[in-house]
């Protein structure tokens, strides 16, 4: 028997590619474009951070790593002349891992343990990104209307 009524206003929910379930984040993602250097289970890889947040973040990368296990991350904040400088490893928790639909490799998303430090960079990537987009947006405003 099934466990709701076809008649019900029950509705289920079912994790897909439109739906991953509710949306139970404690702190703000940011659209963030950083590389870091993923570390698990000894194994290194550079990857492409795509948002960020200070309880953790999602990236695209190759290495396939299991779900609930514990990664270090180690960023890359961007200096002046657009070099980049390594801060300090932070680990995390491995919350989802979905294998990309049109190109290799996964995309995870990461829930940070313990207590976030300014070494670890990541207050400073967020706050330069949040500077970044004040700028462009008074930038729009001021613009003479075409």
């Known amino acids: 028997m ?4 076809n008649d019900s206003s029950v ?3 079912i994790d897909s590619r439109d739906y991953r379930g509710d949306d139970r984040r404690e702190t703000t993602r940011h659209r963030i474009h950083v590389p870091a250097e993923l570390e698990f289970r000894e194994r290194n890889e550079v990857v492409r951070v795509h948002n960020l947040s200070y309880g953790g973040c999602a990236y695209h990368g190759t290495l396939l ?3 609930q296990a514990t990664v270090s991350m180690q960023f890359f904040k961007k200096i002046e002349d657009g ?4 801060c300090v490893p932070i680990h995390g928790r491995v919350i989802h891992v979905h294998k990309r639909e049109h190109s290799e490799g996964y995309s995870v998303c990461i829930d940070f343990k313990g207590i976030l430090f300014q070494e670890h960079g990541i207050e ?6 949040l500077e ?6 008074l930038e729009r405003i001021m613009e003479p209307n075409q």
């Open 132 to 137: 970044s987009e004040r700028r462009k947006e």
């Open 65 to 67: 790593v299991n779900t």
């Open 83 to 86: 070099k980049y400088v390594q």
């Open 124 to 129: 400073a990537i967020i706050e330069d990104h």
């Open 2 to 5: 099934p466990r709701f009524k």
């Open 11 to 13: 509705t289920m929910f």
